[in-house]
């Protein structure tokens, strides 16, 4: 069983429900104010009617200032059930004219850019320890003699305007919780149904044969489709992988087995044979088959090696120059046994290629490995060169392996370097079992592998590598 | 104290023709009797609280509920102290001041009592019996209304002729001004100067109909007598020296109507003004406690029921049954015409506005005198 990282479908509602909430809070906020506002507006308008009806009243009889406060007019406030009024009147010159003195005053500068405007003044403040809601109506008395400036002011507690708030804000609240709820339930749903495509591909991929590694066919939405991809690469390699084990082990059991049935028989023969110098020539014979035959095991077992690393090359910056170095130092004792000499010439300095070093080390050694095996065949000089060189391609370099001996039919040539065919491992001793292989990797980097033969003879392996800019 | 004992005697024989509104029988006279008092009821059981009751209510009528409640609250003492609503305002501010008052206040001046709440002197009451209470009988959860009481034109049976019983506001404008010489100083009515409860019902027939004006002035033409409680008026009635009474409060009208074979009582039939006492717990109480058990006795369909049977003063509460009640007074109105309910609320204070009550009472002494 894989650990998990948690369900996705928990973290998209974790994470919708969150940006639900803030946004739920937000919208809360704006609509406790808007309610607010909304429950002052109307009974604002309540209060500017009771103090307008109220000022109705007001009439200068025989130069006394007259007020006849109508029933109407409080009982206009009566409509805010519950709420406290207050009121009173106010002159000039004659300073409270009924009503109640200690109520809160209105600051007169805001009172006469409110009338400047031409609207009622309204201010909220606290009365006995309850906040008010207080209206000023401003008249200029001018009749018969009397000229004088009139306030009228009337309050009225808060409990209908907080209570209607307070409802608004409530019937908001429960909409939003709700859209909450939805939203949630939606991102639930909506994650389940999203995920379909890859269920789909579960299913898919578990009703499959063990060995079926086609790609996959099952229709997956845009954001899945590199998701798929990824599968179907990985599934590519490893068909691929197991292709080349079938072939392998079909082609090693067919280099394995006639060497092994030519022992077998050669073995029968020298035991029946009584000749001493007979039996040691089928002796020697006997052991240059197995020579053989070992040293093609050896490199099959080379190519498995190589063959693995085709698919799993980690490319990093190496420099050039050590890697060939530090490789030809390893086989430069095989070159000494052999009486070969092994020469480097770097005609181009330090180059940086992208690259995995494991695998051109492995190319080279296979390279320079088949020089000293096949290249010494009624060879010109007994000489293996290593050069590394600018290509004509401008970025690119040459890494060329050259022997002296007598090079490659040119029907092999393009031959070597091709996929294992059948027979092809018998042509050459072996020779050009490594070249396909190296061929791949050095595709597989990004370069090329081309092979020549030299004018004067002997072979040239140039390897075109891509400079890491 | 005047006793019409004698009078128990006579059993209620109800004129048929007119029922329910004219109701005679004889009469309790200790109703009649007003001092300024006030009456000390101690704890049955051992006191360890007292509860003092400041009440334009007659302590006679309030005895029956008062030792009652005692006997919920056995351990409580009760004090009583009884005022006409005007005096009763002056105290109760007066105490107020200086730091402590009385529980809870019970006046039938709704309109000094809701002056009073308006100006911050009452204490919420918030218990769970109280969401029977119709809207109109309670403002912002401190005043209570407990009674529907109508106000009554009571006559003399004996000495006012059946074709002279006015039936309305318009008919008695019209005896009044066709007959002034018969009714000349027989007629009464409250002094609206110094009783609070006159006050309210003037202001509402003022506010209410066009006829007040005629009304006093045709009062005033047979030189209306003023005075200040239900009780004197009816007292005068019952012995001769008035024929009739207008705006009389109906509660204790029909409790002597039900003694008292010479008295009658018409709900007009133009409209008849309904009032309600109105009681709120102070919020400088002695003892608040007590103050909000008492005024949930009040409201307590036990309380309303001994208000209606014992006090006779028309409960509200829906549960109760019989004549002086809501439904009784509503069935009684039915065929006359309609009831005009004062509501609690701050429309109330208008008549108390200092401008408008000194304009009102002038044209009143204007016209009165």
Redesign the interface.
């Known amino acids: 069983m894989l650990s998990s990282s948690g369900s996705l479908r928990t973290r998209l509602a974790a994470l919708f429900g969150a940006v639900l909430l803030v946004g739920g809070a937000i919208v809360l906020f704006a609509t406790s104010n808007f309610a607010q506002r909304a429950a002052d507006e109307a009974y604002d308008k309540l209060l500017a009617s009771a103090a307008l009806t109220a000022m109705e009243s007001l009439s200068v009889i025989e130069r006394e200032i007259h007020f006849d406060l109508p029933y109407a007019s409080l009982d206009t406030l009566s409509l805010s059930k519950d709420d406290r009024v207050v009121y009173r009147l106010k002159s000039e010159t004659k300073g409270l004219l009924t009503g109640y003195d200690k109520i809160p005053e209105p600051s007169p500068d805001d009172m006469k850019k409110d009338y400047k405007a031409g609207k009622p003044h309204f201010f909220t403040a606290d009365y006995q320890g309850e906040g008010f809601r207080f209206i000023v109506l401003e008249r200029l008395l001018v009749e018969s003699g009397v000229q004088e400036k009139v306030w009228l002011q009337m309050g009225q507690s808060r409990l209908a305007r907080t209570e209607l708030a307070r409802d608004l804000t409530l019937k908001a609240l429960v909409g939003i919780a709700g859209l909450i709820v939805l939203g949630l339930l939606f991102v639930w749903l909506a994650a389940g149904w999203s995920l379909r495509p890859l269920l789909r591909v579960e299913d898919e991929l578990l009703q499959r044969q063990p060995t079926d590694l086609k790609p996959l066919a099952t229709q997956v939405p845009s954001e899945a489709t590199h998701f798929v991809e990824a599968i179907n690469r990985f599934m590519g390699r490893l068909q691929r992988n197991q292709d080349r084990n079938h072939a392998f082990i079909a082609e090693a059991a067919h280099q394995l087995r006639t060497p092994l049935a030519s022992l077998q028989a050669q073995a029968e023969l020298a035991a029946e044979d009584v000749d001493a110098e007979v039996f040691r020539s089928r002796a020697e014979r006997i052991r240059r088959n197995a020579q053989e035959t070992n040293s093609r095991i050896n490199q099959l077992l080379s190519y498995a090696t190589l063959a693995h690393r085709v698919d799993v090359l980690v490319p990093e910056l190496i420099l050039l120059e050590d890697v060939v170095v530090q490789c030809l130092a390893d086989l430069a004792p095989l070159a000494i046994r052999q009486n070969v000499e092994l020469n480097f010439d770097n005609h181009i300095g330090a180059v940086e290629v992208l690259a995995d070093p494991e695998a051109l080390r492995e190319v080279l050694r296979n390279l320079v490995d088949n020089a000293l095996k096949y290249g010494q065949t009624n060879a010109v000089k007994a000489e293996v060169d290593v050069t590394l060189e600018a290509a004509d391609k401008p970025g690119w370099v040459v890494l060329q392996v050259r022997d002296y001996g007598q090079g490659l039919p040119e029907e092999l040539l393009k031959q070597v370097t091709r996929r294992f065919g059948r027979g092809e491992f018998r042509q050459q001793n072996g020779s050009g079992l490594g070249l396909a292989i190296v061929e791949q990797i050095i595709h597989g980097m990004g370069g090329t592998l081309e092979l020549e033969n030299g004018v004067k003879g002997g072979l040239k392996a140039r390897l075109l590598l891509a400079v890491n800019t | 104290m005047i006793s019409f004992c004698s009078k128990r005697l006579i059993t209620s024989k109800i004129s048929e023709a007119i029922k329910p509104l004219v109701l005679c029988i004889g009469l309790l006279t200790n109703l009649f009797y007003l001092p300024a008092s006030a009456g000390n009821y101690p704890a049955p059981a051992i006191e360890t609280e007292k509860l003092q009751i400041l009440s334009s209510t007659d302590e006679s009528v309030m005895k029956s509920l008062l030792t009652d409640y005692q006997r919920i609250y056995p351990h409580v003492s009760v004090e009583y102290i009884d005022r006409n609503t005007v005096p009763l305002f002056n105290k109760f501010i007066e105490d107020y001041k200086k730091g402590s008052s009385s529980d809870i206040i019970i006046s039938s001046a709704m309109d000094l009592q809701i002056k009073l709440v308006?100006d911050?002197y009452a204490a919420t009451h918030s218990t769970e019996n109280i969401g029977w209470v119709p809207?109109w009988a309670q403002?912002?959860?401190q005043a209570f209304g407990f009674t529907y009481e109508p106000g009554v034109i009571v006559y003399n049976t004996k000495l006012l002729a059946p074709e002279n019983v006015p039936q309305s506001r318009f008919e008695l404008i019209e005896k009044l001004r066709d007959q002034s010489d018969y009714f000349m100083g027989r007629v009464g009515t409250y002094d609206i100067e110094s009783s609070g409860f006159g006050y309210l019902l003037a202001s509402q027939d003022a506010?209410q109909a066009s006829t007040w004006g005629r009304l006093t002035e045709n009062l005033s033409a047979v030189k209306v007598k003023l005075y200040d409680s239900t009780s004197g008026m009816l007292k005068a009635i019952q012995e001769g020296e008035l024929l009739l009474s207008y705006n009389v409060l109906g509660s204790y009208a029909y409790t002597a109507i039900e003694e008292s074979e010479q008295l009658g009582m018409i709900l007009p039939s133009d409209y008849t003004l309904v009032m309600s006492r109105v009681g709120f717990v102070s919020k400088r109480a002695r003892n608040a406690k007590a103050g909000h058990q008492f005024l949930d006795y009040l409201l307590s369909e036990r309380g309303q029921q001994l208000l209606a049977t014992e006090a006779r003063l028309y409960p509200i509460h829906p549960a109760v049954s019989g004549e002086a009640t809501y439904s009784g007074l509503q069935q009684a109105a039915q065929n006359r015409g309609p009831l005009k309910l004062i509501?609690l609320?701050?429309?109330l204070?208008?008549?108390q506005?200092?401008?408008?009550k000194g304009?009102f009472l002038k044209e009143w002494q204007e016209v009165i005198r």
């Open positions: 308006n911050g809207e403002w912002r959860k506010q509501k609320g701050p429309a204070l208008t008549y506005d200092k401008l408008k304009n």
